[in-house]
């Protein structure tokens, strides 16, 4: 703006009536008609922190993960009730020797909409738990092991909807022994120790 | 207890970026104090100045505006005086439609998927209108901006009584038309190929109704501008 000025002062400009021109200029350069504003995408949808699991060896275990939907939106369950809806699921990815169990996802909540009026659509919103099964191997070196996978899901809201994205996931688990099995007591040798 | 909560994909908007100013040949005497009153033709250094103290401001407002979050990477902004960009896609049919064939014709382009729900809402309406408004001039085309199947699309939009041509879409495409964020999204493009409504989301009918309307009373543009080049000016990154 100082150059500006001291240009426009050279000029023998009076300063006030030629900034005039910039507010002119700035409302010209940003007077073309603007089309619909584009809707700013969903806040996506998060997964709270998993505690850290205990996990047996040659056991399955269960761990819940929370999820949580934006306000003002709704995912696919699941099972939707159409074959072209994209269904919300978990994929992962766990290490060497542990299994992953059974993937148990909550029924959806039976839902119309003001695109919908007429049929139920089968969403998430708010919370929701999906419960993932681990199942370490005997052959697993006790300790701790991440799992990580990802929740592919595809949000709406009222009017739109919106492309489908991914949102890792990961937790913990500590992988223990079994417990020692309970052998028949052989025969002790009667030593006696002094 | 180390989760990662996950975020899903930021995007940017786009900005304009605007043409620079022609390098000044002003010489140095020009910028002396001079009592006589000031220069006012394209090269005066006040004009110049003012130029660039606008592209300036464009391209600040521009950086801004990239940078908010949520905004798509690349794709171009469009405004109503934006010729529709043009391009070729392959339809369900196979063949291939170019945007500036319709040139003449009022466009409504549709950009949906199959797993909109909103966008089978206003499939029914797309049909309606193009059945009542075909005649005189109006031409609907769908861009189906979906993972599925061309098989699927079809049987999709078979199901639904479409009467008009399915495209399947592309990124670049809907790049192009500003990263389509949200489904349903269409534009209506006037005889002229000139951008004059857009319409995100899903609407009444009669607002639909309305905007093609408009588009309908548009009138075609002369040889000249319809050689025109699309006045899209690529995103800043």
Same mark, same amino acid.
């Given at each position: 703006m100082g150059t500006l000025r001291d240009t426009l002062s050279r000029h023998g400009q009076s300063g006030g009536a030629t900034l005039l021109l910039y507010p002119m200029l700035v409302a010209l350069a940003s007077g073309i008609p603007a089309l619909a504003q584009v809707p700013p995408?969903?806040?996506?949808?998060? #997964?709270?922190? /998993?505690?850290?699991?205990?996990?047996?060896?040659?056991?399955?275990?269960?761990?819940?993960?929370?999820?949580?939907?934006?306000?003002?939106?709704? *995912?696919?369950?699941?099972?939707?009730?159409?074959? &072209?809806?994209?269904?919300?699921?978990?994929?992962?990815?766990?290490?060497?020797? *542990?299994?992953?169990?059974? *993937?148990?996802?909550?029924?959806?909540?039976?839902?119309?909409?003001? &695109?919908?009026? $007429?049929?139920?659509?089968? #969403? =998430?919103?708010? $919370?929701?738990? /999906?419960?993932?099964?681990?199942?370490?191997?005997?052959? #697993? /070196?006790?300790?701790?092991? #991440?799992?990580?996978?990802?929740?592919? =899901?595809? @949000?709406? $809201? $009222? @009017?739109?909807?919106?492309?489908?994205r991914t949102l890792p996931v990961s937790f913990e688990v500590k992988v223990v022994k079994e417990p020692a099995t309970h052998h028949a007591n052989p025969a002790q040798s009667p030593h006696v120790h002094n | 207890m180390e989760t990662s909560p996950g975020t899903g994909q930021n995007s940017q908007d786009a900005g304009e970026s605007p043409r620079p100013p022609e390098p000044s040949r002003t010489s140095p005497e020009t910028l002396s104090p001079d009592p006589k009153p000031p220069n006012l033709s394209p090269r005066s250094p006040l004009v110049l100045v003012v130029v660039a103290f606008v592209v300036a401001l464009m391209l600040y407002f521009g950086y801004h505006q990239a940078r908010r979050p949520g905004a798509s990477a690349a794709p171009a902004r469009l405004t109503q005086l934006s010729l529709a960009p043009d391009f070729s896609l392959e339809s369900l049919d196979g063949k291939t439609m170019r945007l500036s064939d319709l040139r003449g014709k009022a466009v409504l382009l549709n950009f949906w998927a199959t797993w909109c729900g909103p966008c089978k809402i206003e499939m029914p309406w797309f049909v309606e209108l193009q059945t009542q408004y075909g005649s005189q001039g109006l031409q609907i085309v769908g861009v189906a901006m979906d993972d599925a199947s061309k098989e699927d699309i079809g049987k999709f939009a078979k199901d639904m009584g479409v009467n008009y041509p399915i495209l399947i879409g592309k990124e670049s495409v809907g790049d192009q038309y500003g990263g389509v964020p949200a489904l349903p999204e269409s534009f209506l493009i006037g005889r002229d190929g000139k951008i004059v409504d857009k319409i995100i989301g899903l609407r009444g009918k009669a607002e639909i109704e309305d905007a093609v309307k408009k588009a309908l009373n548009t009138h075609p543009a002369s040889s000249q501008a319809s050689a025109a080049r699309p006045e899209i000016v690529p995103a800043p990154r």
């Amino acid at each position: 703006m100082g150059t500006l000025r001291d240009t426009l002062s050279r000029h023998g400009q009076s300063g006030g009536a030629t900034l005039l021109l910039y507010p002119m200029l700035v409302a010209l350069a940003s007077g073309i008609p603007a089309l619909a504003q584009v809707p700013p995408p969903p806040p996506p949808v998060t #997964v709270a922190a /998993v505690p850290l699991t205990t996990a047996q060896r040659a056991q399955q275990t269960m761990v819940s993960l929370n999820f949580r939907v934006p306000r003002g939106y709704h *995912i696919n369950s699941n099972t939707p009730k159409s074959e &072209f809806l994209i269904p919300t699921a978990l994929k992962m990815d766990l290490p060497t020797d *542990i299994i992953l169990g059974k *993937i148990e996802y909550p029924a959806g909540e039976e839902m119309t909409f003001p &695109f919908s009026p $007429d049929e139920k659509l089968s #969403v =998430y919103a708010g $919370d929701f738990t /999906v419960s993932v099964g681990v199942h370490p191997l005997h052959s #697993v /070196v006790p300790g701790k092991y #991440v799992m990580r996978g990802v929740l592919r =899901y595809q @949000a709406c $809201d $009222d @009017a739109a909807c919106y492309p489908p994205r991914t949102l890792p996931v990961s937790f913990e688990v500590k992988v223990v022994k079994e417990p020692a099995t309970h052998h028949a007591n052989p025969a002790q040798s009667p030593h006696v120790h002094n | 207890m180390e989760t990662s909560p996950g975020t899903g994909q930021n995007s940017q908007d786009a900005g304009e970026s605007p043409r620079p100013p022609e390098p000044s040949r002003t010489s140095p005497e020009t910028l002396s104090p001079d009592p006589k009153p000031p220069n006012l033709s394209p090269r005066s250094p006040l004009v110049l100045v003012v130029v660039a103290f606008v592209v300036a401001l464009m391209l600040y407002f521009g950086y801004h505006q990239a940078r908010r979050p949520g905004a798509s990477a690349a794709p171009a902004r469009l405004t109503q005086l934006s010729l529709a960009p043009d391009f070729s896609l392959e339809s369900l049919d196979g063949k291939t439609m170019r945007l500036s064939d319709l040139r003449g014709k009022a466009v409504l382009l549709n950009f949906w998927a199959t797993w909109c729900g909103p966008c089978k809402i206003e499939m029914p309406w797309f049909v309606e209108l193009q059945t009542q408004y075909g005649s005189q001039g109006l031409q609907i085309v769908g861009v189906a901006m979906d993972d599925a199947s061309k098989e699927d699309i079809g049987k999709f939009a078979k199901d639904m009584g479409v009467n008009y041509p399915i495209l399947i879409g592309k990124e670049s495409v809907g790049d192009q038309y500003g990263g389509v964020p949200a489904l349903p999204e269409s534009f209506l493009i006037g005889r002229d190929g000139k951008i004059v409504d857009k319409i995100i989301g899903l609407r009444g009918k009669a607002e639909i109704e309305d905007a093609v309307k408009k588009a309908l009373n548009t009138h075609p543009a002369s040889s000249q501008a319809s050689a025109a080049r699309p006045e899209i000016v690529p995103a800043p990154r």
